[in-house]
């Protein structure tokens, strides 16, 4: 029989159809069949997007930075597409004998599969279907596909005789432009067989741990009959003994079609059940338990991707984007660098400590971030009474977000005083003569370092602190009066600017308000009295490793669309910020502090002096106590790799951590730094210039 007499034939019996399947309960009287004329149930001369170039929802995964460890996935719908080839021959025939035993043979409808449900549907009052495996695929593409509207996909199920005539004139033009096996493919990609499980993929994985091409009969009869009653079958949370029966119904009609021999049926149906269910992870609290860790850079993905306009102009928007569009993200996250980092966080504090000790590793020169870990559990249980962050908490400790602000980071913003004014045209050999205590012109309201209504910092050692400094000894000794001496020849406004552009952020309302408007009278600011984040005094310290190559920080290395093709939103985003020379001359200063040696041999004491030996490789960095050490900060480079450590209370800033806490800082990110760098090589630094380390034109040498 062509075509053209099964479209004809198709027009008679509609009103059979329409009858089982829309709103009526007998059939329709043939003079409305008539009355709609064969014009109105031909084919159509074009197909929607949505079945031209199908996008069902389809999962994002999110992997660690070598592509293959999974750390969640984001869906509404768990479906992963895969090609027809790649789905076992059984599981193909048994859909074709559960769902449209003559989908070969039709061309979209089935004529006889109409008759059928006439027959039955006058006869006996029921509503029997005659839709082939072509015309709910039509449905459930128009009903999935996430650039149709809600209402455009409601209508793609509604009762009515409208939808039902759509959706064969769509499956008759489909037939004419895909070929069957396609078909086929979208289909098994497209259905759902309970359990949560979209596709065919998601299923073989969620009921029986297995891939589509590995099905067995057995297993394939079973999925199979799902498809019919997904939520009362399942056997998983429905009715196994209904599972079992459909999959024995599946076999039969296998045999009756000649798929399988009678015996090769048999020995499935003897087959027990055998489930090996295997869930898919859904969000950031899906992470492995085993890595719980893993939740908070997560979480902080999760902030980055909300924020890149490429996904929608909303945060709805790109949420649904994220959930449906099938992304491979493969992300910055280091399993190994992120295990050393967490192990070493709780040697600093053990989770049951209220104090934590938030941490990021970031990478100098592409900004992609390895690590985040903090001395939490990454989850919504409940904490006692007056603690939102502990010992369970979603809120971003390590990277900052909604009500966090950050913690003081104490002497490390004198890098920001140091970078200024090497700018200015200051080299490292700049002299001052510090006292203990320094009065500068700042204002400042009452507290121990007032004098007189002017800032007046004093020196935390003086025996070791007084005296005759340069930039070098300084900043290895962390002179509190040279660095707000240094402040005053540049300018606090041209410190915090410095911050700015290496990207520190101001998420508290009064420093923000400072920063934009008192910037000037912000002499403070070189002591770090504003509150940051780990992740960000990392990325700033990484700047001046890169040579003054900031990059903004990432939490992915590359994001792949569901066709198989690379977005640029994966790319990083990096600019020079600094002159090379003085990020250089900053780095060789930074080389005090932590116990290594300038490149001109003018280190001679620093408050981290056991970091450097115990690493055996080059290495700049800061440490930092906040006023009555109520927070303790450790940052620390070489030119592959920057990380920085604050210890502190997120839930009470009046819990001083004490200054005790620095030594076992100063020990997790030497270890850190060690393991991550391990199989690396010995990089070293760049020597600045003589220019911009000397006023005069030979350098003194000596210690």
Known sequence: MNRAHLDKLFTVLLAGVLAGLALAAAALPAALVLGLGVKNLMPYTTLPEALKAPQPAQRSNLYANDGQTLITSFYVEDRVDVPVGE?????????????DVRFYEHHGVDVRGVARAFTANRREGTRQGASTLTMQYVRNALAGDPRLTEEQRAAATEITVGRKIREMRYALTLERQVAKNEILGRYLNIAYFGAGAYGIAAASKRYFSTTPDRLT??????????????????????????????????????????RVSAAAAAAAKATQLALQPKSTPNDCAAVPAAHNDWGFFCDWFTQWWNAQPAFGKTVDERQRTLRRGGWSIVSSLDPDVQGKTSEQVRAIYPDTIQRAAPTAVVQPGTGRVLAMAVNRTYGVA?????QQNYPNTVNQLVAGGPGITGYQAGSTFKLFALLAALESGLPLDTEFDAPRVYVTQYPIDGGPASCGGRWCPANANTYWMDGDRDMWDAFGRSVNTYFAWLTERVGADRVVEMAERLGIVFRAPEDARMARDG??????FTLGVSATTPLDLANAYATVAAEGTWCRPTPVTSITDASGRKVAAGDTDCRQVLDTEVARAAADAGRCPVGDQSMYRKCDGGTAEELAPGLRRPLSGKTGSSERNATETVVAFTPQLSVATIAANP???????????QKRQIAAVGRILAWALRDQPVEDFVPPGQPVAFQRTSPRTGN
Do not use: C, F, H
């Open 87 to 99: 789905v076992a021959p059984v599981m193909r025939d048994a859909i074709v004998a559960a769902e």
């Open 217 to 258: 009969l057995a297993q394939a009869a079973l999925l199979a009959g799902l498809v019919r009653s997904p939520a009362s079958d399942d056997p998983i949370n429905g009715d196994a003994d209904a599972a079992l029966a459909r999959r024995a119904y599946v076999l039969d009609r296998m045999v009756e079609t000649g």
């Open 382 to 386: 409940a904490n006692p009474a007056g």
């Open 519 to 524: 910037a000037k009278s912000w002499g403070p």
């Open 651 to 661: 839930d009470d800033p009046r819990d001083a951590v004490g200054g005790g806490v």
